[in-house]
């Protein structure tokens, strides 16, 4: 089966041209100038030809930090489902996922993976993959890792935050950066000081402080700062690269500015919520409307300029990635925490909403287009081993492409939101730009806005090592 895309405008991480786009197939064959010879001939047999005029056709977006049907808690599962979630990012522009499998204190690292694979098998709308949480760093963990890489499985997530659960102390992550460093595998962390947070914690419910804004005021950015500060440093002893999720905070960005200006191979995603929301105007509310808004790290002072200095972050650089962090929780769920911060499960709903958010940045100027598909799809697909893959528009990549319409107006809200969840923490934002066609593997999943694809779909990804290339 022949597809054209044609007449629209083809985006890529190397910039922008008028194009049509050949996919035949699973994968793309060409991008030929429109009315060349190349596309006449395609378009002799039966091929179907999907006008993409007024739009930009784009590489399907890549997010690689989602969090599907997580049980944070035995209460307190995180509501999209694989089949739900993955639906919800294909109408959104997202045509690949990476989830997490968490491997808990006295668990193994395999057993954690299996469990994982075998929740999401057959109920994924498009491809997928998971990175591993380390919760226990051992002897048998780390001999796990190396076949897990083995496997196609190369990227690893550990904790500088929530000691007694997730959180591994500097022995524990020199040792899992070395085996990092050993094999090409790719380090990913949670850079907040747990320690000194838990201590603000304490003290803060000691005062009757249990609201939601008492999230935000025991994370502080320094103390991100500090966690990121460490990570480059043991990362740098490691000879490991580094990436650095959910960076919220200026004082994160100084330390991954300041790593790559020297030349190491550290990198840093941030995540939607932190560029367009705020600890004053979103956390800082009564009831629901600010445990809604409860993730970690918090959101931030938009009087600090946090949000100024992550785009600028965007632009030049020192931020390689967007990706959502999604990780939603029903107000049931939320309302556990009503009376006490600590208890709120963390995590915003967001999947669905990755590329409009982002390029609104374009929309504003903050961005070019190809910057958008880069942080959102090009660089995403490396730096976690889908290079020539995924989030490129090359012959031979697999045909995931976005058709995106610039000129669609919209509102987000739990009226219009295709995720399992029954709020919205981007409530009345309004949108310049939609994606309107969504194509996974060559197959259409998303028409004219309406899904047309299946669960089941999507396929598992084995993936190579990350190209730590800068
Ligand atoms: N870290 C995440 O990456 N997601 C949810 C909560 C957290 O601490
Ligand atoms: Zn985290
Ligand atoms: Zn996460």
Redesign the pocket.
Request: include cysteine; charge should be neutral.
């Given at each position: 089966m022949t597809i054209i895309i044609s007449g629209g405008t083809v985006v890529e991480a190397s910039g922008s041209f008028r194009g049509d786009v050949i996919v035949e197939g699973s994968t793309i064959s060409a991008i030929a100038a429109p009315d060349s010879a190349l596309v006449e001939a395609a378009g002799r047999g039966d091929a179907e030809i999907i006008d993409a005029t007024g739009c930009y056709v784009i590489p399907g977006g890549v997010d690689v930090?989602v969090?599907l049907q997580?049980p944070?808690s035995p209460e307190a599962v995180s509501s999209d489902t694989f089949t739900t979630g993955t639906r919800a990012a294909a109408l959104g522009g997202t045509t690949t996922v990476i989830d997490?499998a968490g491997q808990l204190k006295g668990t193994s690292v395999r057993a954690a993976l299996d469990e994982r694979l075998a929740e999401a098998e057959g109920a994924c709308c498009i491809d997928y993959g998971f990175h591993l949480s380390m919760g226990d760093v051992h002897e048998q963990s780390l001999a796990d890792m190396r076949s897990l890489i083995d496997e196609g499985l190369t990227s690893f997530?550990l904790?500088m935050?929530?000691p007694g659960a997730?959180y591994s102390d500097d022995g524990q992550i020199l040792r899992a950066m070395q085996v990092a460093a050993e094999t090409g595998a790719m380090i990913m962390m949670?850079a907040e000081n747990g320690i000194a947070i838990d201590v603000l914690r304490e003290q803060a419910a000691a005062r009757g402080n249990i609201g939601a804004v008492w999230h935000g005021r025991t994370r502080p950015p320094e103390l991100e700062g500090e966690a990121t500060h460490r990570a480059v440093q043991l990362a740098a002893v490691a000879g490991a690269p580094l990436y650095i999720?959910?960076l919220s905070a200026a004082e994160a960005l100084e330390q991954v500015m300041h790593a790559r200006d020297r030349g190491r191979n550290v990198f840093a995603e941030t995540c939607p919520q932190y560029l367009h929301l705020s600890l004053e105007e979103h956390l800082d509310q009564p009831g629901l409307d600010g445990i809604r808004h409860i993730?970690?790290?918090p959101l931030r002072l938009r009087a600090d300029r946090h949000q100024e200095t992550l785009w600028s972050g965007l632009r030049n650089d020192d931020l390689s990635v967007v990706s959502t962090?999604h990780?939603p929780f029903c107000d049931k769920e939320k309302l556990l925490g009503i009376d006490d911060f600590r208890n709120v499960p963390?995590?915003l709903g967001t999947i669905e909403h990755r590329m409009d958010l982002l390029y609104q940045g374009v929309v504003t100027g903050e961005l070019t287009l190809p910057r958008w598909v880069e942080l959102c799809a090009t660089t995403p697909a490396r730096l976690f081993g889908l290079q020539g893959r995924k989030g490129v528009l090359s012959p031979g990549a697999d045909a995931d492409v976005v058709i995106y319409d610039p000129s669609v107006e919209h509102v987000l809200g739990v009226e219009t939101h295709h995720m399992q969840l029954d709020h919205s923490a981007w409530e009345g934002m309004a949108i310049t730009g939609k994606t309107r066609t969504v194509l996974s593997r060559g197959q259409v999943v998303v028409r004219d806005h309406e899904f047309v694809g299946r669960s089941g779909h999507g396929r598992y990804l084995q993936r190579s090592l990350p190209d730590p290339l800068r």
């Open positions: 930090h969090h997580l944070m997490f997530k904790f935050a929530y997730w949670h999720v959910h993730c970690s790290p962090d990780c963390n995590g």
